[in-house]
């Protein structure tokens, strides 16, 4: 096995051109590998962050006719000892109410929380551009878009019309920016104690929000959650059922990038074996030599598949620097107008590393060709016709 490893590399540096363009041809295909399942990879991280990045991955609400959920502690208590894959938690209670400035109304939702808890999920600290969050019951975080609507400031007085009739007057302590328009626009945060003051809940809420750990876990851990809650006067809904699109599109990204990577590897693996092919007839009469002076079929077969092995570890080093490269380019190049990438790539090293194992067997096995090839010379033959 020595032997035949020190005659690969001496092929090899016999012809330096030929291995140079070899290695090559391996460097471009993992690059391609990398640099493509980065940049998919990087877009669907992207998709889910701005989807349901900031926002509930389970929600669990109420069947009743109310669409209060009412014990809600003992909910809550089993939720945080089912599974230890659920990261964030926050009750919620909503009321829908209206806001009239002069001859307009304005639809809006007010949203009572623990600030502190649905932080965690929606970023709100970080969201609020201007003033502070609710300290006190009756104030309110106002979205940016709908202070442009209606032209508001801190300490202002805004006159709320809830389901009731009844006209109740909020305090703007600040104002937030989500970057989600509808949100922005339609949102009136406050605590939950203002809430159930305004709709007479109650020790009632409308819903429990959750964020998980693994976000492509979400259904299997929402039913894992129904299951142990088992109350049949809930449901727990999570955003893949509630985003099927979004995961049809993430899918078709995945099997197209997987079909790029496999043709692309296909074809680093026939020029590799078709260019050792020819090596063999063009180093066949130094192998019918060494095989007249003792060297078995087997050890020839080795030369090229240590051939092969030696080639996939220049190519799949080269392919990684290549692939990191254009990564980092097009990141400098591909950006918004406010100069961020058009796609955070992701760099995964566990991807970089499959990807050059699975370029140094391809080359490895490529080489099984020409090795089997080179395994049936007959050195009498060859000899005679040199």
């Known amino acids: 096995m020595k032997l035949a490893f020190k005659i690969a590399v001496r092929f090899l540096k016999s012809t330096k051109g030929q291995t140079a363009l070899i290695a090559l041809g391996i460097a ?6 990398i640099f493509i399942g980065s940049l998919i990879q990087g877009l669907q991280k992207s998709l889910v962050n701005k989807t349901i990045g900031n926002s509930s991955q389970i929600t669990i609400s109420s069947k009743s006719s109310d669409k209060l959920i009412d014990n809600y502690d003992a909910i809550v ?9 659920i990261k964030n938690l926050s009750i919620v209670s909503d009321g829908p109410a209206l806001i ?5 109304t304005y639809s809006i939702l007010l949203r009572g929380m623990n600030i502190n808890d649905s932080d965690k999920i929606y970023n709100i600290k970080s969201s609020v551009y201007e003033g502070s969050i609710p300290k006190n019951e009756f104030e309110i975080l ?17 006159d709320v019309i809830t389901n009731s009739g009844k006209l109740n007057t909020l305090t703007v302590t600040g104002f937030y920016d989500l970057k989600i328009s509808t949100i922005n626009k339609s949102w009136l945060l406050t605590d939950l104690s203002t809430v159930k003051k305004l709709f007479s809940t109650g020790n009632k809420i409308t819903g429990i929000e959750m964020q998980v750990t693994d976000v492509f876990k979400a259904d299997e851990i929402a039913s894992d959650i129904s299951a142990k809650i088992d109350n049949d006067m809930v449901k727990v809904d999570n955003w893949k059922a509630q985003n099927a699109s979004l995961l049809s599109g993430l899918n078709g990204q995945s099997v197209s990038s997987y079909m790029i990577q496999v043709f692309v590897m296909i074809s680093v ?3 590799i074996a078709s260019v050792l092919v020819v090596t063999v007839v063009q180093k066949s009469k130094q192998i019918g030599i060494l095989k007249a002076m003792g060297i078995r079929d087997s050890q020839s077969s080795l030369i090229f598949l240590f051939e092969g092995f030696l080639l996939g570890i220049m190519g799949a080093i080269l392919g990684v620097i290549l692939g990191l490269v254009l990564s980092y380019i097009f990141t400098k190049f591909a950006v918004n107008p406010d100069g961020t990438p058009v796609v955070e790539l992701y760099i995964s090293y566990k991807f970089i590393g499959v990807s050059a194992l699975i370029a140094l067997l391809a080359s490895t096995l490529a080489a099984l060709i020409p090795a089997r090839g080179s ?12």
Do not use: F, W
């Open 28 to 33: 471009v295909g993992v690059s391609v590998q």
């Open 77 to 85: 208590d089993t939720i945080k000892n089912s599974d230890d894959r």
């Open 100 to 104: 009239k400035n002069n001859s307009k």
């Open 142 to 158: 106002v979205g940016k878009d709908l202070r442009d609507e209606l032209n508001l400031n801190i300490n202002d007085k805004v």
């Open 269 to 271: 693996v026939l020029g």
């Open 375 to 386: 395994s049936k010379l007959n050195p009498i033959e060859v000899i005679r016709n040199a």
